[in-house]
């Protein structure tokens, strides 16, 4: 899995890092970011959710292939 933040669609909700807070955080001006590892969703089944719950979509999972 692969997970994406479009910055310039944020509006820093916070919805991705209440659904998932193992993959998400806020930084220090209130918007959406993986933390360390998070890139790939480090397995966890909520962030899939998490991109669900963004009010705006700017959060895109996909699947990789290997």
Do not use: K, N, W
């Not at 997970?3 to 509006?11: L, T």
């Not at 220090?28 to 979509?57: F, H, I, K």
């Amino acid at each position: 899995m692969h997970i994406a933040i479009d910055r310039d669609v944020c509006i820093g909700a916070g919805q991705c890092a209440l659904a998932a807070p193992g993959v998400f955080t806020q930084d220090d001006d209130g918007y959406s970011t993986l933390l360390p590892g998070g890139q790939d969703g480090g397995g966890d089944p909520m962030a899939r959710e998490a991109a669900r719950a963004c009010p705006v979509a700017a959060i895109t999972v996909s699947e990789t292939t290997s």
